[in-house]
């Protein structure tokens, strides 16, 4: 009998052993590093496809319920996402939102409640920059922080504009201006919409809360004929997906630090790096056009009708793709990519600077901040100085191009559009890509050591342009052209 139990006992630990390997094999971790993967980047992807499941049950259980019951979903889903992707580290979010409620309760509608909220909310997001940041791309809990901290922002500003006398707003500032008191419940709801927590896209208070009542809707009363809007954007997401998948252990960032990429002509460095400028942005392409699916399919991205009576999706479009393909220029690349940030950008920070008389000023300010708040590297920096210096000479270019006749001709030649638009492309994308290098390298002796490996082509190609450009101008324009320009 004893030796029966003891096979008996010897048999449930083999077996449990069996188990217990089997569940490791099934881990997170195991699966992570099998698609050659982080874990934490997994547990992200996971994150925003989970968003659709969500978006499905609200639409067929809470579209027209009472508000209170749709805050509640919105919190716990989004709690839930944080939870699952940052553990404990989900009581920063958690604090910050309670502390905003407070600030716009216990403030009101004053600029005091703006700037407390601004500062508050910036420098704390900056602590967990420094106290979390490594000289690598990290998934923490400061990423979806950075998406919190504007719309916290946002919606201090919005409530100190519904204060105001309502001729005295612009007509944008009316459409964003809070009128009512929001509820702690209804911040939170706001914050944690699974559909944007983790990578945005930025959307204000007022369509969030049009949403909740059931005004984002192309057929009034009923659920929001999204499905197939919503499947187009994830089908298109999911083929940017597993291209990035395919393709991200051959062109990566790291090999830019290597000897064999030093080693190898310059004329090699200059194209590794354009192909892989424009690679590394599909990441981000990714994940806005699977979140905007998720948007679209909850009544979110409903954003009207066009003039045909045709239902528009685009309200939480982060992604116009087919500009951000063929565009040749840097204006359109910034036009089509990121277009909630830089829209947010220009509300509450570029107009709002207005006083200061200067359109490059408030540009430049508005850019120091977009670097701020992606983190505090030095890459950041760069990469913006460079996307302000690349504008400023792009519309230098461009005015040229316009006012001067011979180069108008020139550019007026059909045969030839076929080469400028090849050239246009080459230097927009090889210079996208240097600029990117900084961004992503993050430190300043991982780019400085790449830049120097190129001799530093974008900075002499850029400056050069910037001083030598109105000189050029000088001699080709005509000054009949310059006056009529005046008059």
Same mark, same amino acid.
């Given at each position: ?17 069996v188990? &217990? ?9 195991k699966?992570?590093t099998?698609?050659?993967a /982080?874990e ?12 659709y499941?969500f978006?499905?049950?609200? !639409? ?12 509640l ?17 989900l ?5 910050c939102?309670?502390? &905003?409620f407070?600030?716009? !309760?216990?403030? =009101?509608r ?32 400061t990423?979806p ?5 504007l719309k916290?922002?946002g919606?201090?500003?919005d409530?100190?504009?519904g ?27 706001? /914050?944690?919409?699974y559909?944007a927590?983790?990578?945005?896209p ?12 059931g005004?984002l ?5 009923k ?12 089908s ?7 291209g ?8 990566t ?7 064999d ?17 424009k690679?590394?942005?599909y ?9 905007? =699916? ?20 685009d309200?939480?479009?982060n ?7 063929t565009n040749?220029?840097?204006?359109g ?5 990121n277009i ?5 950008v220009? !509300?509450?920070?570029?107009?709002r600077?207005k006083f200061? =008389?200067?359109?490059e ?12 708040w992606?983190?505090l ?15 400023i000479?792009?519309r ?5 191009i ?25 230097i ?5 890509g ?5 961004f ?9 050591k790449?830049?120097?490996?190129i001799?530093?082509? =974008? ?9 030598i450009?109105?000189?050029?101008h000088k001699?080709?324009v005509? !000054?009949k ?7």
């Amino acid at each position: 009998m004893a030796s029966s139990a003891e096979g008996d006992e010897g048999t449930v630990v083999a077996l449990a052993g069996v188990l &217990q390997s089997g569940f490791q094999e099934l881990s997170l971790n195991k699966l992570a590093t099998s698609l050659g993967a /982080s874990e934490q980047a997994l547990r992200l992807i996971i994150s925003i496809f989970l968003g659709y499941p969500f978006a499905l049950f609200y !639409r067929h259980y809470l579209f027209y319920k009472e508000t209170y019951l749709i805050h509640l979903f919105h919190t716990f889903t989004g709690l839930s996402i944080a939870y699952f992707n940052f553990g404990n580290q989900l009581y920063h979010s958690l604090l910050c939102i309670v502390l &905003q409620f407070l600030i716009l !309760r216990l403030m =009101g509608r004053t600029i005091t409640a703006v700037l407390t909220t601004f500062c508050f909310q910036m420098a704390y997001l900056l602590a967990g920059y420094y106290y979390t940041a490594t000289g690598n791309y990290d998934i923490k809990w400061t990423m979806p922080h950075c998406v919190l901290t504007l719309k916290l922002i946002g919606l201090a500003v919005d409530y100190f504009d519904g204060g105001k006398d309502q001729n005295s707003l612009s007509s944008e500032q009316q459409k964003y201006a809070i009128r009512g008191v929001p509820s702690l419940l209804e911040v939170a709801g706001f /914050s944690y919409f699974y559909g944007a927590f983790l990578v945005g896209p930025q959307f204000s208070m007022n369509h969030y809360m049009k949403l909740v009542q059931g005004e984002l809707t192309d057929i009034p009363g009923k659920i929001p004929n999204s499905i197939i809007p919503a499947l187009k954007r994830l089908s298109l997401g999911l083929f940017y997906l597993v291209g990035y998948t395919l393709l991200s252990p051959h062109i990566t960032e790291d090999y830019l630090l290597t000897e064999d990429y030093d080693n190898h002509p310059f004329w090699f460095r200059c194209m590794y790096m354009l192909i892989w400028g424009k690679f590394v942005l599909y990441k981000y392409v990714t994940c806005w056009l699977v979140t905007e =699916g998720v948007c679209i399919l909850t009544g979110l991205g409903f954003n009207g009708f066009e003039e045909k009576g045709k239902a528009k999706w685009d309200a939480c479009a982060n992604m116009k793709v087919w500009l951000f393909e063929t565009n040749p220029r840097f204006t359109g690349t910034i036009a089509s990519f990121n277009i909630n940030t830089n829209a947010w950008v220009a !509300r509450y920070i570029f107009k709002r600077l207005k006083f200061l =008389g200067s359109k490059e000023l408030s540009q430049g300010l508005s850019l120091l901040f977009l670097a701020l708040w992606h983190g505090l590297h030095s890459g950041y920096l760069v990469c913006f100085q460079m996307e302000f210096l690349i504008v400023i000479v792009e519309r230098q270019a461009a005015r040229l191009i316009q006012e001067s006749p011979t180069l108008s001709k020139l550019a007026a030649i059909t045969v030839l559009q076929p080469f400028y638009y090849l050239v246009q492309q080459t230097i927009h994308w090889l210079f996208m890509g240097y600029s990117m290098t900084a961004f992503c390298l993050f430190t300043w002796d991982k780019w400085l050591k790449v830049y120097k490996s190129i001799c530093f082509l =974008g900075h002499i190609f850029f400056l050069s342009l910037l001083f030598i450009l109105p000189y050029i101008h000088k001699a080709m324009v005509p !000054r009949k052209e310059k006056l009529k320009k005046m008059e």
